[in-house]
């Protein structure tokens, strides 16, 4: 593909991953962008926790939902969720579209579908959302060539720090939610979850630190790294998982995808991921992936259908 194709799809692929530009990325920088007012809720109540610092990445906030009737009591569990800018009320996104995660968490758990959880919406940076939710040991399994170059200096824009940014979930924010709300904190109660790159860190964060979180909801994942249907990076991915994934049985896993816009891209990586998930033995009731039919790469579409991941990882 001619190289001025390629830059308009990779600026279109990053409007549709989060509406961060693709420009140079630095490491550890000092502290998020300035923050708009907090999300409004209709259900329960929102804790930012402003700039939360970090040794390992840069400074973000960090946007709690407690659901009505939270006590600090060891009885909630937790779900950590990324790009937490857009979880909660379309009129603070930069596309107008959220996830309203409270709206559905609260509904389910009044129909006592779900055990009672908390939200960790936890901010993604913009410029170094790529780098920090591609998986880092997927690079070790491509091979050097167009595909590499491509993932590496148009997208990434430097190195990848996913591993970075799982230390700082695991090593610092876990702590601190453990310290300040007091959850239940077992791998059972611990789940993350979120959407397109968010999906891949998710699936990353489940295999790297197994004893950490229990189960990981994949919602339209990037299998395909950049912004073209190829073969090199689900590949890659297909390698690493062969190699990391834990016992089938012991974690909950939910995978997903639509088949319109960016979605469509990702039928072929999928259905590779779905079979080697087969292989190893993985099945119901702690794996499910879905298909939804018409479905695209938006928070609209995550919304319709984020009752089943949820009821998944946290059903009674």
């Known amino acids: 593909m001619p190289s001025a194709a390629r830059r308009c799809l990779l600026q279109a692929g990053a409007a549709l991953l989060g509406g961060a530009a693709l420009a140079p990325s630095t490491a550890m920088t000092p502290a998020a962008p300035a923050a708009p007012a907090l999300p409004g809720v209709e259900t329960g109540r929102l804790v930012r926790l402003a700039d939360f610092a970090s040794q390992h990445v840069a400074a973000r906030h960090v ?41 559905v968490a609260a509904r389910l758990m009044a129909a006592g579908q779900i055990r009672p959880f908390i939200v960790v919406g936890v901010w993604n940076t913009g410029p170094t959302r790529f780098a920090e939710y591609f998986p880092q040991r997927f690079v070790d399994h491509l091979a050097p060539g167009p595909a590499r170059d491509v993932l590496l200096q148009r997208a990434a824009m430097g190195p990848v720090r996913s591993d970075a940014y799982l230390r700082f979930l695991v090593e610092e924010l876990k702590p601190a939610i453990d310290a300040r709300f007091r959850p239940a904190t077992e791998p059972g109660d611990t789940f993350i979850a979120g959407s397109s790159m968010g999906g891949l860190i998710s699936l990353y964060a489940l295999t790297e630190h197994p004893q950490v979180f229990g189960g990981a909801a994949c919602l339209s994942t990037h299998w395909i790294g950049y912004f073209e249907r190829n073969a090199e990076v689900p590949a890659a991915a297909l390698a690493y998982l062969r190699q990391h994934l834990p016992p089938p049985g012991r974690h909950r896993l939910y995978m997903d995808r639509g088949t319109a816009e960016l979605d469509a891209l990702y039928d072929q990586a999928q259905e590779r991921v779905d079979a080697l998930m087969r292989e ?13 039919e018409g479905a695209g790469h938006h928070e609209r579409a995550w919304t319709e259908r984020l009752h089943i991941p949820l009821a998944h990882l946290l059903g009674r």
């Open 63 to 103: 946007d709690v939902w407690l659901p009505e009737g939270f006590a600090a009591d060891g009885r909630h569990a937790v779900l950590y969720m990324h790009d937490g800018q857009m979880l909660y009320d379309a009129r603070t996104t930069w596309n107008k579209q959220a996830w309203n995660v409270q709206t």
């Open 280 to 292: 190893k033995g993985f099945g119901a009731p702690t794996f499910d992936t879905r298909v939804f």
